[in-house]
Protein backbone atom coordinates (compact mmCIF):
# COMPACT_ATOMS: atom_id res chain seq x y z
CA UNK A 1 0.00 0.00 0.00
CA UNK A 2 3.36 2.31 0.31
CA UNK A 3 3.66 2.23 -3.35
CA UNK A 4 0.16 3.81 -3.93
CA UNK A 5 0.27 6.68 -1.16
CA UNK A 6 2.10 9.08 -3.61
CA UNK A 7 -0.91 8.50 -5.77
CA UNK A 8 -3.28 9.00 -3.08
CA UNK A 9 -1.70 12.25 -2.32
CA UNK A 10 -1.38 13.19 -5.93
CA UNK A 11 -5.92 13.11 -5.96
CA UNK A 12 -6.06 15.16 -2.58
CA UNK A 13 -3.62 17.68 -3.92
CA UNK A 14 -5.43 18.16 -6.68
CA UNK A 15 -8.58 19.62 -4.56
CA UNK A 16 -6.45 21.55 -2.98
CA UNK A 17 -5.61 23.25 -6.35
CA UNK A 18 -9.24 23.58 -7.94
CA UNK A 19 -10.41 25.66 -4.80
CA UNK A 20 -7.07 27.89 -4.77
CA UNK A 21 -6.58 28.40 -8.71
CA UNK A 22 -10.12 27.11 -10.21
CA UNK A 23 -13.08 27.58 -7.81
CA UNK A 24 -15.62 26.31 -10.26
CA UNK A 25 -13.67 22.88 -10.49
CA UNK A 26 -13.08 22.77 -6.54
CA UNK A 27 -16.89 22.90 -5.74
CA UNK A 28 -17.85 20.24 -7.87
CA UNK A 29 -15.23 17.75 -6.99
CA UNK A 30 -16.11 18.33 -3.19
CA UNK A 31 -19.25 16.66 -4.45
CA UNK A 32 -16.97 13.50 -5.51
CA UNK A 33 -15.46 10.90 -4.04
CA UNK A 34 -11.72 9.49 -5.49
CA UNK A 35 -10.40 5.82 -5.29
CA UNK A 36 -7.63 3.70 -6.89
CA UNK A 37 -7.89 0.45 -8.84
CA UNK A 38 -5.90 -1.95 -11.00
CA UNK A 39 -8.85 -3.99 -12.55
CA UNK A 40 -12.16 -1.67 -13.18
CA UNK A 41 -11.48 0.90 -15.41
CA UNK A 42 -8.28 1.40 -18.11
CA UNK A 43 -7.71 4.69 -17.34
CA UNK A 44 -10.31 6.66 -15.27
CA UNK A 45 -14.06 6.58 -14.95
CA UNK A 46 -17.29 8.28 -12.81
CA UNK A 47 -19.77 6.62 -11.79
CA UNK A 48 -23.46 8.18 -11.56
CA UNK A 49 -23.24 9.19 -8.33
CA UNK A 50 -20.13 10.79 -8.50
CA UNK A 51 -17.70 8.01 -7.50
CA UNK A 52 -14.05 8.95 -9.68
CA UNK A 53 -11.56 5.48 -9.82
CA UNK A 54 -8.21 5.98 -11.04
CA UNK A 55 -6.27 2.92 -13.03
CA UNK A 56 -2.91 2.56 -10.31
CA UNK A 57 -1.10 1.82 -13.78
CA UNK A 58 -2.58 4.59 -15.74
CA UNK A 59 -1.52 7.32 -13.57
CA UNK A 60 1.98 5.62 -12.57
CA UNK A 61 2.83 5.61 -16.89
CA UNK A 62 1.42 9.49 -16.50
CA UNK A 63 3.15 10.37 -13.47
CA UNK A 64 6.41 8.71 -15.53
CA UNK A 65 5.84 10.01 -18.49
CA UNK A 66 5.24 13.83 -17.71
CA UNK A 67 7.13 14.20 -14.78
CA UNK A 68 6.81 17.74 -13.90
CA UNK A 69 3.69 18.61 -15.53
CA UNK A 70 1.80 16.01 -14.46
CA UNK A 71 -0.14 17.91 -12.19
CA UNK A 72 -1.14 19.69 -14.63
CA UNK A 73 -2.62 16.46 -16.63
CA UNK A 74 -4.09 15.45 -13.51
CA UNK A 75 -6.04 18.56 -13.40
CA UNK A 76 -7.21 18.36 -16.51
CA UNK A 77 -8.07 14.33 -16.19
CA UNK A 78 -9.96 15.31 -13.04
CA UNK A 79 -11.74 17.78 -14.40
CA UNK A 80 -12.52 15.56 -17.43
CA UNK A 81 -14.56 12.99 -15.20
CA UNK A 82 -15.84 15.19 -12.51
CA UNK A 83 -17.23 17.00 -16.14
CA UNK A 84 -18.93 13.71 -16.93
CA UNK A 85 -21.04 14.29 -13.54
CA UNK A 86 -21.77 17.72 -13.89
CA UNK A 87 -23.47 17.69 -16.88
CA UNK A 88 -25.04 14.18 -15.67
CA UNK A 89 -23.80 12.22 -18.88
CA UNK A 90 -25.03 9.12 -17.69
CA UNK A 91 -28.68 9.90 -16.74
CA UNK A 92 -28.75 11.94 -20.57
CA UNK A 93 -27.36 8.75 -22.77
CA UNK A 94 -30.76 7.69 -22.61
CA UNK A 95 -31.27 4.87 -25.69
CA UNK A 96 -28.21 6.75 -27.16
CA UNK A 97 -25.07 3.79 -28.49
CA UNK A 98 -22.60 4.13 -25.06
CA UNK A 99 -19.40 3.94 -26.75
CA UNK A 100 -20.61 6.81 -29.72
CA UNK A 101 -22.24 8.92 -26.50
CA UNK A 102 -18.79 8.70 -24.39
CA UNK A 103 -16.75 9.56 -27.46
CA UNK A 104 -18.75 13.16 -28.58
CA UNK A 105 -19.13 13.62 -24.59
CA UNK A 106 -15.49 13.64 -24.33
CA UNK A 107 -14.97 15.91 -27.51
CA UNK A 108 -17.49 18.58 -25.84
CA UNK A 109 -15.85 18.36 -22.70
CA UNK A 110 -11.86 18.53 -23.61
CA UNK A 111 -12.65 21.42 -25.75
CA UNK A 112 -14.38 23.47 -22.81
CA UNK A 113 -11.24 22.15 -19.93
CA UNK A 114 -8.62 23.07 -22.98
CA UNK A 115 -10.20 26.74 -22.80
CA UNK A 116 -10.85 26.42 -19.47
CA UNK A 117 -6.91 25.54 -19.07
CA UNK A 118 -5.71 27.85 -21.26
CA UNK A 119 -6.34 30.83 -20.69
CA UNK A 120 -2.83 30.98 -18.35
CA UNK A 121 -0.24 29.42 -20.73
CA UNK A 122 0.92 27.86 -17.41
CA UNK A 123 -1.81 25.06 -17.93
CA UNK A 124 -1.52 24.46 -21.51
CA UNK A 125 -2.48 21.09 -21.94
Same mark, same amino acid.
Given at each position: MKTLQPLKKDIENIG? &???? /????????? /? &??????TKH?????????TGHIVFNVDFLKG? &??????????KLLFLVA? /?????????? /? &????RDAKIFNIAADFAINLLLHYQFNRNDDYFI
Open positions: Y &RYSL /EFPFWGVLS /E &RCSFSLLVPTAGITKL &REQYGKTYPKH /EIAHFAFEHA /E &RQGQ
